[in-house]
């Protein structure tokens, strides 16, 4: 028989993890990139519709009819 009693510990991807892992390090940072983006869309999703502007620069200058030549 070749089963092992206590089987080494395998991530979800097949690579061996050090004793206490639950995920490999490749695994753990893929987790964090998927949570990032997640957090990303959801402050998206809450920016009103206008385009951004440089900061300091007042909405609308050049249709209020300022003329910088």
Known sequence: ???EIYPEPICACGAHLDEGQTRCR???ARERWIKKQAAKRTRRA???G???R???A???L???G???S
Request: charged share 30%; proline share 17%; glycine share 8%.
């Open 1 to 3: 028989m070749s089963h």
């Open 26 to 28: 490749k695994c753990h």
């Open 46 to 48: 809450g920016r009103r």
């Open 50 to 52: 206008e385009t951004r």
């Open 54 to 56: 440089p900061p300091r």
């Open 58 to 60: 007042p909405r609308g």
């Open 62 to 64: 050049a249709p209020a």
């Open 66 to 68: 300022v003329i910088w």
